[in-house]
């Protein structure tokens, strides 16, 4: 029997949320972002609910509202200075260390275009493959792989400039991904 939308909404707002977080890096701009999904996925269950994977189509929808968001919001910025008040990961072992890496790291993503933006967090956070990604942005896996390759490159040349070195690995999870 398919879950009902309350049943999804209780066992996935929350990793919604943290992917939404990533991607628009405001955490009050992800809460927008999927509460106007949910409002959507909501009048349509009974069709989204039957689906191989309802998940995965609801995290289509929120990229594309975020992708599509600069356009409804005439192009407001996001400031990239802000930090970030919600955590994107699980537990952090060396407190101050991890945490000030952590918050680097999310301003170095915020400075990235939407569309790497949007690449990095399905990759590294929600662990997709190009192929998934490919299917999520509508195009191909090479330009998944072309903006993958830009998006680390940015990053890395962000944090040389800081002093730093940045090694992004794929999840534990079996995605292969070669960074």
Not at 86 to 113: F, K, T
Request: net charge positive.
């Amino acid at each position: 029997m398919p879950p009902t939308f309350q049943e999804f909404v209780t066992g996935r707002l929350a990793g919604l949320l943290r992917a939404a977080t990533a991607l628009t890096c405001d955490p009050h701009l992800a809460q927008d972002v999927v509460q106007e999904v949910l409002i959507r996925a909501q009048r349509d269950w009974g069709r989204i609910c039957l689906m191989d994977s309802p998940h995965a189509y609801v995290r289509k929808m929120i990229v594309n509202e975020y992708l599509s968001w600069r356009r409804r919001r005439a192009n407001r910025d996001l400031a990239v200075s802000h930090p970030l008040l919600v955590q994107l990961g699980g537990a952090v072992d060396d407190h101050v260390a991890a945490l000030a890496e952590r918050d680097a790291m999310r301003v170095r993503i915020a400075r990235l275009s939407r569309r790497q933006r949007a690449v990095i967090v399905l990759r590294y956070y929600e662990n997709l493959s190009d192929s998934d990604i490919a299917g999520v942005l509508g195009c191909s896996a090479a330009t998944v792989r072309s903006h993958v390759s830009h998006a680390l490159a940015a990053l890395r040349a962000q944090a040389a400039g800081e002093g730093h070195v940045i090694a992004l690995r794929p999840s534990d999870q079996g995605v292969n991904h070669a960074v």
